[in-house]
């Protein structure tokens, strides 16, 4: 009994620590007036490379404009594990900031193994619950960066949120790339994770730079061009009573440098 105590821990844990990441990739990265742009929700444990696609009444994407978030249709795509949608930007004279959010399920650890749904409700199925996490996850994409615009730091007010403090147009390889992350509105102090496209799509949680922001700052080192990536997480939050010890809370920032 003992040995499969520890075996279910080893797994509690290893769920915890290992949950997808919501990331969002365009299809292009190109803008005209008035026509419609694509993008991607990703779910993977590497990053930017898709592995499975959300449920989509959990998920949801779109446009960031005129402070206010305008919601995509989304579309399962099961061929390229991912989600679909497309926005038409009123303006693409500023930076265009595209989001996607999921609103986690509650994942239990079991004596069964792992399962979905409510604590208070496996129990009442007569099983052991020795974990109940639930997982939400906040991304967002910024897009068509110019110097002079002012529109890229924009705040959406996520529970866990990236906010770039460099103006991704500005940035260059070799420099760093500054950010300031807000937990529930306060700074947030802990790792940091980031990553550029192409670094090791064959190996899952790996990424090319690690920091710990400090009273909300964190300074990434760019190394590369291409679509980056910036990452923060808040594991142990308080859960809700009868639904879920813990409420752990992941947040990406997207971004390309020239």
């Given at each position: 009994?003992?040995?499969?105590?520890?075996?279910?821990?080893?797994?509690?844990?290893?769920?915890?620590?290992?949950?997808?990441?919501?990331?969002?990739?365009?299809?292009?990265?190109?803008?005209?007036?008035?026509?419609?742009?694509?993008?991607?929700?990703?779910?993977?444990?590497?990053?930017?490379?898709?592995?499975?696609?959300?449920?989509?009444?959990?998920?949801?994407?779109?446009?960031?404009?005129?402070?206010?978030?305008?919601?995509?249709?989304?579309?399962?795509?099961e061929?390229?594990l991912?989600?679909?949608?497309?926005?038409t930007?009123?303006?693409?004279?500023?930076?265009?900031?595209?989001?996607?959010?999921?609103?986690?399920?509650?994942?239990?650890?079991?004596?069964?193994?792992?399962?979905?749904?409510?604590?208070?409700?496996?129990?009442?199925?007569?099983?052991?619950?020795i974990?109940?996490?639930?997982?939400?996850?906040?991304?967002?994409?910024?897009?068509?960066?110019?110097?002079?615009?002012?529109?890229?730091?924009?705040?959406?007010?996520?529970?866990?949120?990236?906010?770039?403090?460099?103006?991704?147009a500005?940035v260059?390889?070799?420099?760093?790339?500054?950010?300031?992350?807000?937990?529930?509105g306060?700074?947030?102090?802990?790792?940091?994770?980031?990553?550029?496209?192409?670094?090791?799509?064959?190996?899952?949680?790996?990424?090319?730079?690690?920091?710990?922001?400090?009273?909300?700052?964190?300074?990434?080192?760019?190394?590369?061009?291409?679509?980056?990536?910036?990452?923060?997480?808040?594991?142990?939050?308080?859960?809700?009573?009868?639904?879920?010890?813990?409420?752990?809370?992941?947040?990406?920032l997207?971004?390309?440098?020239?």
């Open positions: 009994m003992r040995k499969i105590f520890s075996a279910l821990l080893i797994l509690s844990l290893c769920t915890q620590l290992h949950a997808h990441e919501l990331t969002i990739k365009p299809k292009s990265t190109e803008f005209k007036q008035g026509e419609i742009f694509e993008a991607t929700v990703q779910s993977s444990h590497k990053f930017i490379i898709p592995e499975e696609v959300e449920i989509l009444e959990r998920v949801k994407a779109g446009i960031f404009e005129d402070g206010k978030f305008i919601n995509s249709k989304l579309t399962a795509d061929k390229n991912c989600i679909n949608f497309d926005v930007p009123k303006n693409i004279n500023s930076s265009i900031i595209l989001f996607a959010t999921k609103d986690g399920e509650t994942w239990c650890i079991t004596n069964e193994g792992g399962k979905s749904g409510a604590k208070s409700k496996l129990e009442a199925q007569g099983l052991k619950v974990s109940a996490n639930k997982y939400d996850k906040f991304a967002k994409i910024i897009l068509n960066a110019s110097h002079e615009d002012k529109n890229f730091n924009a705040a959406l007010n996520f529970p866990l949120e990236i906010i770039p403090v460099t103006n991704p500005d260059k390889t070799g420099e760093y790339f500054d950010v300031k992350i807000l937990l529930n306060q700074n947030y102090t802990g790792p940091v994770w980031a990553s550029y496209d192409g670094f090791t799509p064959e190996y899952e949680n790996t990424y090319s730079y690690y920091t710990e922001a400090e009273n909300g700052i964190a300074h990434i080192k760019i190394t590369n061009p291409g679509l980056w990536g910036v990452r923060a997480v808040q594991n142990n939050l308080p859960g809700v009573k009868d639904d879920y010890d813990a409420l752990n809370l992941r947040s990406f997207l971004f390309y440098v020239k």
